[in-house]
């Protein structure tokens, strides 16, 4: 394998792995709340769609950007008033978010523009170009987060009373801070760290929106976050092993082996899934989880 190829692979892996790097970072910062969040696909999904639709309309891929992150935090405070308000069921909720992203995007592009669902080709400036080595500013953006999520986490007192809300509620509450003031501002964060991703996915990476083009990104973000052990660092290098795993399988597609034939194109597509599946399966060892994630915190009286 010659430098170019080697080159041309990494260069992919960055830019597969930012929408995922993206999702990761919202789950970080709402998992660390005690909110689990099973929705980052359908969030992702609808940021994408509202966007791509947006950016169309304007002519403005920023404005786009704009719509997109909306979206998700309105998707956001739907799990949220479910799961943190009326104390319902994390995962269920999360589950709904998914389901009606997936459908209501699909009726509405269709209904809107009749094109099975997909938004109009994006051009020009309705798309985002790349700013510094071929890549988009939201590239830059989402790679600037990772740094500024570890500082806000460890050395802030924001950072550290959300991370405590994730593990002792009870305790942050005895204190008079609020408890669900605290898991709603990681909710909307995480939303906006969603939008990013689903904007980048249709107005950065595409040149348009697709149904159903996160195409499970979400859970491969939550499991690059198990993985990385609800930390940013760690989820950055787990978020590019799995671009570099994607942009492996795009470069292995067509390759013929002897004796075997040519690799199945569905084989390699689901290469990424495949590791997913075998990371989880125990390669990373123990991961613990926020001990109050997933868990409603009922205030005593």
């Known amino acids: 394998m010659d430098f170019g190829i080697i080159v041309t692979i990494f260069d992919s892996a ?8 993206a999702a990761c970072l919202a789950g970080l910062w709402s998992e660390r709340s005690g909110v689990v969040d099973i929705g980052l696909e359908g969030k992702m999904l609808v940021a994408a769609f509202a966007a791509a639709a947006a950016a169309y309309v304007f002519g403005s891929a920023w404005i786009g950007l704009v719509f997109g992150i909306f979206a998700s935090v309105a998707f956001g405070l739907i799990h949220g008033f479910a799961s943190i308000s009326q104390r319902g069921n994390q995962i269920v909720s999360g589950v709904a978010i998914n389901m009606l992203a997936a459908g209501l995007t699909a009726i509405v592009g269709n209904a809107w523009y009749g094109q099975g669902g997909r938004t109009p080709p994006l051009e020009g400036d309705q798309r985002f170009d790349g700013l510094f080595l071929g890549h988009s500013a939201l590239v830059y953006v989402v790679l600037l987060a990772v ?39 990681a909710v909307v964060i995480g939303g906006i760290f969603c939008g990013i991703g689903g904007t980048y996915l249709s107005v950065g990476q595409a040149a348009g929106f697709l149904p159903n083009m996160t195409a499970g990104r979400g859970f491969i973000a939550l499991a690059a976050l198990i993985f990385a052990k609800w930390r940013a660092w760690p989820a950055l290098g787990a978020c590019f092993l799995f671009g570099l795993l994607d942009a492996v399988a795009n470069q292995l597609q067509g390759l013929f082996i002897p004796g075997i034939g040519e690799v199945p194109v569905q084989a390699i ?13 125990g390669v990373i060892g123990r991961a613990i989880p926020p001990r109050a994630a997933g868990v409603p915190y009922l205030k005593e009286r």
Not at 269 to 281: D, E, N, R, S
Request: net charge positive.
């Open 147 to 185: 740094p500024l999520t570890w500082f806000i986490m460890g050395r802030t007192r924001f950072g550290l009373r959300l991370r405590a809300v994730g593990e002792n509620p009870a305790a942050v509450d005895t204190a008079g801070i609020s408890v669900t003031g605290l898991r709603y501002s």
């Open 269 to 281: 597509q689901a290469l990424p899934y495949l590791m997913t599946v075998i990371l989880l399966a």
């Open 14 to 21: 960055l830019r597969l792995s930012i929408p995922l790097l």
